[in-house]
């Protein structure tokens, strides 16, 4: 079963209604109302984007990033999600000097299990990951964001700084992190 944790961002509702027209069984909870305990009743996660900075937040999601890593649980985490990935295993973050927002193009720099060639994406960030911690890969990148998505080397943990949810390829992409 799929954990979709829902942070707040505005596009969670077309990736809750992708999920569904494709037939995936998930739940769906805020980071406030998860019951930590209770993860392991999952096997798979995705952290969608926020829209403000909240620190028990930050620590709930954390905390999910580390019961993955620790348990093998796939993760998928979107814009904030992948921010939120990065910190937590050791790397930062940075405050882009204008939102970005938009189709924008990515190029994958090595192969994987959910993309390949290039995908036309929609970005809406206003932070993106600056440094990654060495256990994370570099994926693909754009003209405007180097770490489009990453990977948790040998895991079936990624994180798109994209939102997949809101475009053809980002949808392929999730379709591919459901069928891992």
């Given at each position: 079963m799929?954990?979709?944790?829902?942070n707040g961002?505005i596009?969670t509702k077309?990736?809750?209604d992708?999920?569904g027209?494709?037939?995936v069984l998930?739940?769906k909870?805020?980071p406030?109302?998860?019951?930590?305990?209770?993860l392991?009743n999952f096997?798979s996660f995705?952290?969608?984007?926020?829209?403000?900075?909240?620190?028990k937040?930050n620590?709930?999601n954390?905390k999910?990033v580390?019961?993955?890593?620790?348990?093998?649980?796939?993760l998928?985490g979107?814009?904030?999600?992948?921010?939120?990935l990065a910190?937590?295993l050791g790397?930062?973050?940075?405050?882009?000097?204008y939102?970005?927002?938009?189709?924008?193009?990515?190029?994958?720099?090595?192969?994987?299990?959910?993309?390949?060639?290039s995908?036309?994406?929609f970005?809406s960030?206003?932070?993106?990951i600056?440094?990654?911690p060495s256990?994370?890969?570099?994926?693909?990148?754009?003209?405007?964001c180097k770490?489009?998505?990453i990977?948790y080397e040998?895991?079936?943990?990624?994180?798109?700084?994209?939102?997949?949810?809101?475009?053809?390829d980002?949808?392929?992409?999730?379709?591919?992190f459901c069928l891992l």
């Amino acid at each position: 079963m799929l954990l979709v944790v829902d942070n707040g961002s505005i596009y969670t509702k077309q990736l809750t209604d992708f999920l569904g027209k494709r037939g995936v069984l998930f739940e769906k909870q805020d980071p406030q109302s998860i019951d930590l305990n209770l993860l392991a009743n999952f096997n798979s996660f995705i952290l969608s984007g926020r829209r403000k900075n909240e620190k028990k937040i930050n620590e709930i999601n954390s905390k999910i990033v580390k019961h993955c890593v620790k348990n093998n649980a796939k993760l998928l985490g979107i814009c904030y999600g992948a921010e939120i990935l990065a910190l937590t295993l050791g790397g930062t973050i940075r405050k882009t000097s204008y939102v970005q927002k938009g189709t924008e193009s990515i190029q994958t720099l090595k192969e994987n299990l959910i993309c390949n060639d290039s995908l036309d994406v929609f970005e809406s960030h206003a932070f993106e990951i600056s440094k990654l911690p060495s256990v994370l890969i570099h994926l693909a990148d754009s003209k405007n964001c180097k770490y489009e998505i990453i990977q948790y080397e040998k895991k079936s943990i990624f994180g798109t700084q994209f939102h997949p949810e809101m475009s053809p390829d980002g949808n392929n992409l999730i379709e591919k992190f459901c069928l891992l």
